[in-house]
């Protein structure tokens, strides 16, 4: 009898082992996507930095030609 204790435990034994390896697996490459994505939204969110930083710079230009312009034109009006 004990013998075949032994025979029935090992095939749940063996199944439960291969269930927790596969969950292992599983749980490491859930693991590995997050700090993938971790990864990837810290380069989403430097390269919006970046933009949102050269959008500032352009409208700063914008900004200064337009002045500029207005001063052109006034100038342009006081001579006449």
Known sequence: MVRLERSIKEPIDH??????KIELELRAKLELARAALTQQQAEFEEER??????ETLLRGQVNLATIRGEQ???????RQ
Do not use: G, W
């Not at 052109?72 to 006081?78: G, H, I, M, R, T």
């Open 49 to 54: 930095a970046k933009a949102t930083q050269r």
């Open 72 to 78: 052109v034109a006034k100038l342009a009006v006081s």
């Open 15 to 20: 199944e439960a082992e291969r269930k927790i």
